[in-house]
C-alpha cells in the first residue's frame, strides 16, 4: 500500500519511522518532510494546505492511503476535500473532517461539547468584544489563576494564565478589542484553574470502535524546573507512572467512552486520532483540551512503545474493522528530548549546520525543523530534533536520552536536561 503523510515536524518523522516498518507499506511519501522523514520515503513539496497539490500527488504516485499529521489540514477540511472529489473519496484519510476537527478548532465548540456529554472539565464561559463587560463581571467569580483561551487555533500560544484579576481584564481586552491573536481570539473562553498533574491520553478510532494508545507527559516550559515561556513541547515521556489502570478506567469511563458515543450521537463523523489532554486532581481526571491529531513531541515517546503493525491500525480506522487489530504495547519506558535553536520560542537563529549524529548510542532521532543542504543538514526550526530512548525504566531512558541529545552539536543547541525528572 502506498502511503502518504502530510507535515513536516517531529511527529511525522515519527510516523514515517514507523510505518516504513511494516511489510504492508509500499512507497511512502511525506509532504512536505524534512531532512530526517527522506530517509523513511520520499520528501515532495507541497504545502499541508495546498489541497489540489496533494490531489495531483496522490493519483500521480497511486496513494491509498493518507496519514494527516498537524491540525491545521484538518481544520480547513483536507479530508471533506477528499469526500467531495469523484477521483479522492474512494481514499481512506485518517483524520477527522472538519466538523469533528473543531474540537480543537475551536475551543468554544470543544466546552460546549464536553458540557453536553457530562465530560469533567474547568468551570468556563465563553465571550465576545461585543459581551467584554460581562467577562469583566465574570472573572473574579472563578478563582485565580484565571485561564484566558482564544477559541481558535493560535500556533500553541493562545492559552494565557494570568495571576490578577487586573492581569485577566488587561489580556481579555488585549484578545478580543486589540486582535491580540488575530481571528483566533475574537471569542475568548474564560476558564477556571486546574491545579494537578498534566497527561495525554491519545485514542485512536474509527468512529464506532477504539484503541487506547499509550499514555504520555510532555514538558512545555522552556527552562528548567518547568519554569520560562511555553512551548510547543521540550520533551515526553511515556508511559506516566501515576496513570495506572484504576485512573485509566477512570479516563476511558468518564471521558473517552461519552466522547466517542457524544460524537455518534452528534452524528459527527470521526475516523482518526483523539488526543485527550487531561489534569489528574486528587485522583480524578479532568479535561483540559481536545486535539484532533497526534501530540507533538509526545508522538515521539508514545510510537517506539507500539510493538504491532501501525499500517494495519491505521488500515483498521480506514476499513471501520479497527476492533478486529490487535494493539501491543511494550512495557518499556521511553523518553525524548527535545533540542531547539538558540532564541526559541522567541525569535531563533536557523540555518545552523548539525554535526554529530553519528555518534548516538541507543536512541532515536526524530528530525523536527531541519532541511537538508548538499551534504549538509541544516535546523530550519524553533524545535529541531527529537532524541528518544526506549529502555526498562524511567531512570535509564531518561539518563539515554539526555546523553544522546549532548553528542549532536549546533550553533545556539539549547535542550532541558530535566525531562521527566519530577516523575522519578
Known amino acids: 500500500m502506498n502511503i502518504l503523510i502530510l507535515g513536516s515536524g517531529g511527529r511525522e518523522s515519527a510516523f514515517a519511522w514507523k510505518l516504513s516498518q511494516s511489510k504492508k507499506c509500499g512507497q511512502l511519501f511525506i509532504a512536505p518532510g524534512n531532512a530526517g522523514t527522506g530517509q523513511y520515503g520520499t520528501n515532495v513539496n507541497i504545502a499541508v494546505t495546498d489541497f489540489e497539490g496533494i490531489k495531483q500527488l496522490v493519483l500521480e504516485k497511486g496513494i491509498n492511503l493518507v496519514l494527516v499529521g498537524p491540525e491545521e489540514p484538518l481544520v480547513k477540511g483536507v479530508h471533506d476535500f477528499f469526500l467531495a472529489d469523484e477521483q479522492l473519496k474512494g481514499i ?10 473543531q474540537l480543537e478548532g475551536s475551543k468554544d465548540f470543544s466546552k460546549q461539547f464536553m458540557e453536553r456529554h457530562n465530560i469533567p472539565a474547568a468551570a468556563s464561559k465563553t465571550f465576545t468584544r461585543e459581551t467584554l463587560q460581562e467577562g469583566f463581571d465574570y472573572l473574579p467569580t472563578i478563582g485565580l489563576p484565571i485561564v484566558l483561551k482564544a477559541d481558535g487555533l493560535a500556533a500553541g500560544k493562545g492559552v494565557l494564565i494570568c495571576l490578577t484579576v487586573q492581569e485577566a481584564q488587561e489580556e481579555l481586552i488585549e484578545m478580543l478589542t486589540n486582535a491580540k491573536f488575530g481571528a483566533a481570539s475574537a471569542k475568548v473562553v474564560v476558564e477556571q484553574f486546574l491545579q494537578g498533574i498534566e497527561l495525554s491520553v491519545f485514542v485512536l478510532t474509527d468512529g464506532n470502535n477504539y484503541k487506547i494508545l499509550p499514555s504520555a507527559k510532555d514538558y512545555k516550559r522552556i527552562g528548567e524546573g518547568d519554569t520560562g515561556l511555553n512551548t510547543g513541547g521540550m ?5 506516566v507512572p501515576f496513570a495506572d489502570e484504576v485512573f485509566l478506567k477512570k479516563i476511558e469511563d468518564r471521558i473517552i467512552i461519552p466522547t466517542i458515543e457524544g460524537l455518534k450521537s452528534e452524528n459527527i463523523p470521526y475516523k482518526g486520532f483523539i488526543f ?51 494493539l501491543i504495547i ?4 521511553a523518553a525524548t528530548v527535545m533540542m531547539v535553536a538558540g532564541g526559541y520560542p522567541g525569535t531563533y537563529v536557523k540555518d545552523r549546520v ?6 548516538i548510542r541507543d536512541s532515536y532521532v526524530f528530525h523536527a525543523g531541519t532541511y537538508t543542504d548538499g551534504n549538509e543538514i541544516k535546523t530550519s526550526g524553533g524545535r529541531v530534533i527529537a532524541i528518544t ?3 526498562d525504566d524511567m531512570f535509564t531512558a531518561l539518563q539515554q536520552a539526555t546523553a544522546d541529545a549532548s553528542r549532536i552539536y549546533y550553533d545556539g543547541m539549547y535542550f532541558r536536561k530535566d525531562i521527566g525528572f519530577d516523575l522519578l
Open 389 to 391: 530512548s526506549l529502555q
Open 92 to 101: 481512506p484519510v485518517i483524520g477527522p473532517q472538519a466538523e469533528g476537527a
Open 354 to 359: 548539525m554535526t554529530g549524529m553519528e555518534n
Open 235 to 239: 520533551g515526553s515521556v511515556s508511559p
Open 276 to 326: 485527550i489532554g487531561l489534569m489528574n486532581c486528587d485522583g480524578d481526571p479532568y479535561m483540559i483540551e481536545y486535539n484532533c491529531r497526534m501530540g507533538d513531541p509526545e508522538t515521539e515517546s508514545v510510537l517506539p512503545r507500539i510493538e504491532s503493525d501501525f499500517v494495519e491500525l491505521l488500515s483498521g480506522v480506514a476499513e471501520g474493522n479497527l476492533n478486529e487489530k490487535e
Open 330 to 333: 511494550s512495557s518499556k519506558v
